[in-house]
């Protein structure tokens, strides 16, 4: 018999409107006749209990939650994995054995664009730019994976000294705190440096305050800013000789996460990266 229910899985978020989350799965969806219908929501601050139980009521199949949300939502799941715990933010809900189940997946879309480059973080010594929600999911995922030592360099030491606190307790990494007050000079033996802040999403000039004369060939750098190739940040690395690595592949990786969790089935990955990239009009 035909089955005229769709399955529903969507984004709740303020701002969302320009979220270009549900271009890339309803492409996968519908280039594997998924029965699927992604729904960019928008649910303003305050209201997330209430959009979080008509999830429930709706049965949809999972949600992505992005900001204000990726804390709140916590307090209104039954369970969340171990490592978005220590993260303290989840960013996809979903139902594993009949409970709504918090995951991040921002930090594994990111080690996973390291992994299919077979670049190895284990033992390495990471300088992260930013202690907002992608530099925690980032940070944490990277100690998780065996970093020896994490610096956290922000400009404000409430969110940083945050960040570091949850890594030492939770990860065998050692994390420190930088106040970021000035060009940064990064310390000789950094092998990984990562761009987690905003710098450079809304103008494609900007560059985080860092001393460029500081980088060396024997950094690998890695840049978040979703919506762009490369950036002038990630351009003054290969300069130098760096590898690098941009925020497209780390935004495509997350997305085909959310596709198995909610659907159960392999994502699509080149139709979703293609759909990414004609929604921000980058030539192939
Ligand atoms: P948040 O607002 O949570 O964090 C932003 C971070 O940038 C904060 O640490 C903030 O510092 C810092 N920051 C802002 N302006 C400056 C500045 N001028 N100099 C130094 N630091 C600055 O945002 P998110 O972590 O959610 O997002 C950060 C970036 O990551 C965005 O560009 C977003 O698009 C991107 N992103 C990419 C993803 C991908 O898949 N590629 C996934 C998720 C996010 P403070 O808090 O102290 O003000």
Redesign the pocket.
């Known amino acids: 018999m035909k089955c005229y229910r769709e399955n529903l899985v969507g984004v709740f978020g303020d701002p969302v409107d320009e979220n270009p989350t549900g271009a890339i799965l309803q492409a996968g969806f519908d280039a594997m006749k998924l029965n699927y219908r992604f729904i960019t929501v928008k649910v303003s601050d305050g209201c997330l209990e209430d959009a979080i139980r008509g999830m429930r009521a709706m049965n949809f199949s999972g949600i992505g939650i992005t900001?204000p949300h990726k804390q709140t939502v916590l307090k209104y799941l039954d369970e969340v994995s171990p490592d978005a715990a220590i993260m303290g933010a989840v960013n996809t809900v979903y139902w594993k054995k009949g409970k709504l189940y918090g995951e991040n997946v921002?930090g594994k879309?990111f080690m996973m664009s390291l992994k299919e480059k077979n670049f190895d973080v284990a033992g390495k010594k990471a300088v992260v730019?930013?202690?907002?929600?992608?530099?925690r999911a980032i940070s944490v995922e990277l100690a998780l994976a065996g970093v020896r030592a994490i610096t956290i360099v922000?400009?404000?030491e409430k969110?940083g000294m945050s960040l570091v606190d949850a890594i030492n307790t939770s990860t065998s990494a050692k994390a420190d705190f930088v106040l970021?007050n000035g060009s940064y000079a990064l310390p000789d033996d950094t092998e990984i440096l990562v761009n987690?802040?905003?710098?450079g999403?809304s103008n494609e000039k900007d560059m985080?305050?860092i001393d460029y004369g500081t980088l060396k060939d024997t950094m690998t750098v890695c840049d978040?800013?979703?919506n762009r190739v490369t950036t002038r940040f990630l351009e003054s690395a290969k300069e130098k000789g760096c590898l690098t690595f941009n925020?497209?592949g780390?935004?495509v990786n997350?997305a085909t996460l959310c596709f198995k969790l909610w659907t159960g089935e392999n994502a699509p990955k080149d139709v979703m990266e293609k759909a990414l990239k004609k929604e921000f009009g980058i030539e192939e």
């Open positions: 900001m921002d879309g730019l930013g202690a907002g929600g992608a530099s922000n400009i404000e969110q970021w987690a802040t905003s710098v999403f985080p305050n978040v800013i979703p925020g497209l780390m935004l997350q």
